[in-house]
């Protein structure tokens, strides 16, 4: 059973940091694109960060203040984020990429977590 779990989301204040984990099981891991998506309320699921075997992507909203890691071993995905804003609260998801893809948007993604709040106070 394919499953990818999210974890460490809550509520920060304006300037705070946080870490998202994302647990995978039931599926290959090493070798495929791990990324993180997030859906704001009344809006669409949008890109904010990818991370492959050789290379990282992230959005420009969070470009400087996010990073992305990863660790083989434990089939885990994390992404650090730093210096929030309220316009990053959201639910967070964590997804597998499709293998041969340079493009991310979720239709680029296969497996899919439940998401993860993440709230940002002013």
């Known amino acids: 059973q394919v499953q990818l779990v999210e974890s460490g989301g809550g509520l920060v204040q304006a300037g705070g940091s946080l870490r998202l984990s994302c647990a995978a099981s039931g599926l290959s891991f090493q070798y495929y694109p791990m990324g993180w998506f997030r859906q704001a309320p009344g809006k669409e699921r949008e890109f904010v960060a990818v991370r492959g075997s050789g290379s990282t992507s992230y959005a420009d909203s969070v470009k400087g203040r996010f990073t992305i890691s990863r660790d083989n071993a434990k089939t885990t995905v994390y992404l650090q984020m730093n210096s929030l804003k309220p316009e990053d609260t959201a639910v967070y998801y964590c997804?597998?990429?499709?293998?041969?893809?340079?493009?991310w948007g979720t239709g680029a993604m296969d497996y899919w977590g439940k998401g993860a709040l993440v709230t940002v106070s002013s």
């Open positions: 997804a597998r990429g499709r293998l041969g893809l340079v493009a």
